[in-house]
């Protein structure tokens, strides 16, 4: 790979240094517009699951029950701002009296923004959106979903476990569909000694929206929404 300075153009070298410096500046501009519209919407809970399904669909409309209930408890509700289970959040926390958040983003199938946002943030870096969804929320649940949520929990789960990042719940939603993944965790990942046994415990699985919303407030029973001075300082550094 060339150096900069080792290009004759100058012209070239000129545009080739131009467009990272405004890609950069781009990158800033997304967590500076984010830092702006969520740095008080607290507390808030982070819903993922599968952009596929459909209204009708179970998950769908469980989806809805829960963002609406979290939202009547007085937690604004994070989605991505797409269809399927982030159309359901967003769905729910609208119809509730707390903010219904969307960070969009755009992709070349799957997503596009749905009408049930309070509060939206486009983005064009994947990396700046994961940081928003992780540094504001107070909760994380996973609806069933695909590779998109199993990054976001693989994440969460390693922002915990490495404390970097807050100690929030993570709560999956749907037994029957969890079960697999944490029985391989237990077989594969624990038994190989490639994670420990209260990582295991990080996460809590459930079948009803209203067992999520009071897990949540079991959680924090001991503490206060907001993040210790520690877990502050390790925010700014995801």
Same mark, same amino acid.
């Given at each position: ?16 240094? !131009?467009?990272?410096?405004?890609? @950069?500046?781009? *990158? ?19 819903? %993922? ?25 007085? %937690?604004?509700? *994070? ?9 359901? !959040? ?14 969009? @983003? ?19 870096? %994947? ?13 994380? @649940? ?11 929990? !693989? ?12 100690? @929030? ?17 237990? &077989? /594969? ?5 490639? *994670?420990? /046994?209260?990582?295991? &415990? =990080?996460?809590? *699985?459930? &079948? ?26 390790? =925010?700014?550094?995801?």
């Amino acid at each position: 790979m060339p150096q900069l300075r080792s290009i004759s153009s100058p012209e070239r070298s000129t545009s080739l240094k !131009a467009r990272e410096s405004w890609h @950069i500046l781009g *990158i800033i501009s997304e967590f500076v517009e984010a830092t702006e519209k969520l740095a008080a919407v607290r507390p808030a809970v982070s819903i %993922f699951g599968s952009a596929r399904v459909r209204p009708g669909h179970p998950w769908y409309d469980l989806t809805v029950d829960l963002a609406r209930r979290l939202s009547e408890a007085g %937690f604004a509700v *994070i989605s991505g701002g797409g269809p399927g289970v982030m159309e359901a !959040a967003n769905r729910g926390g609208f119809e509730g009296p707390s903010p219904s958040v969307g960070l969009n @983003i755009q992709l070349p199938h799957e997503q596009v923004g749905n009408d049930y946002q309070d509060i939206s943030l486009f983005f064009r870096h %994947f990396f700046a959106r994961k940081v928003a969804f992780a540094k504001y929320a107070t909760a994380f @649940i996973a609806v069933p979903g695909g590779f998109g949520t199993l990054d976001e929990l !693989a994440e969460m789960l390693t922002l915990i476990q490495t404390k970097m990042g807050r100690h @929030i719940p993570v709560i999956l939603i749907g037994s029957s569909f969890w079960k697999g993944l944490l029985d391989w965790m237990r &077989d /594969a990942l624990l038994a190989n000694g490639l *994670i420990d /046994a209260q990582d295991l &415990d =990080l996460m809590k *699985i459930v &079948d009803e929206p209203a067992q999520a919303v009071e897990a949540i407030f079991d959680f924090y029973q001991a503490r206060g929404f907001d993040p210790t001075a520690q877990e502050g300082e390790n =925010l700014l550094y995801l």
